[in-house]
Antibody
């Protein structure tokens, strides 16, 4: 059974940092591109960042570029999102999602999400 | 960046109704479009990929069509379990989502 379990969410002040994790199981993690998607309160889904199977290629939305870093540990089947210089507008539920193949495309399975609150 | 516009924003329908949601893209996507169902507190669920291919385990009352810049998601007979927000997503040029369509009971 495919499982994606996000963790690491919490409450931080503006300017702070946090690292999210996504533990994967039930599939060959190293053979699938991975992505972070977020949903701010009362808003829709927003693509945040994606990473290739090797981790060598990464992509970021303009809203997080230069502040967030996506990475993966294929030996431990874990996806990460390091978030620095956090802003109030980064508050959201963060979902990790897998692509069906090595190519980043659509997302065939999602985790339940982890909540980030940013306020002073 | 490719922008996706969904219509309507909110849709009120009765159980058994045929429901159609439209997604319009700011430039051609060929058929690189997916649809998701999202219920509060749950993980989003893939419904359709490649504009018209049914996702794994998705009931056949869901269908997708379109190519280029106009796409539709159709629920042939609305069921109570289908009350949710629906999103289109393009993967032709990076990745973006539509703003969502909330399906409510009339």
């Amino acid at each position: 059974e495919v499982q994606l379990l996000e963790s690491g969410g919490g409450s931080v002040q503006p300017g702070g940092s946090l690292r999210l994790s996504c533990a994967a199981s039930g599939f060959s993690f190293s053979n699938h591109a991975m992505t972070w998607v977020r949903q701010a309160p009362g808003k829709g889904l927003e693509w945040v960042s994606s990473i290739s199977v090797s981790g060598a290629t990464t992509f970021y939305s303009d809203s997080v570029k230069g502040r967030f870093t996506i990475s993966r540990d294929n030996s431990n089947n874990t996806l990460y999102l390091q978030m620095n210089s956090l802003r109030v507008e980064d508050a959201a539920i963060y979902y990790c999602a897998k692509s069906p193949k090595r190519v980043i495309a659509y997302f065939d399975f999602w985790g339940q999400g982890t909540l980030l609150a940013v306020s002073s | 960046d490719i922008h996706l516009t969904q219509s309507p924003t909110t849709l009120s329908a009765s159980v058994g109704d045929r429901v159609t949601i439209t997604c319009r893209a700011s430039q051609s996507l060929d058929t690189w479009l997916a649809w998701y169902q999202h219920k509060p507190g749950k993980a989003p669920n893939l419904l359709i990929f490649q504009a018209s291919s049914l996702g794994p385990g998705v009931p056949p009352r869901f269908s997708g069509s379109g190519s280029g810049t106009v796409f539709t998601l159709t629920i042939s007979s609305l069921q109570p379990d289908d009350l949710a927000t629906y999103y289109c997503q393009q993967y032709n040029n990076n990745w973006t989502f539509g703003q969502g369509t909330k399906v409510e009971l009339k």
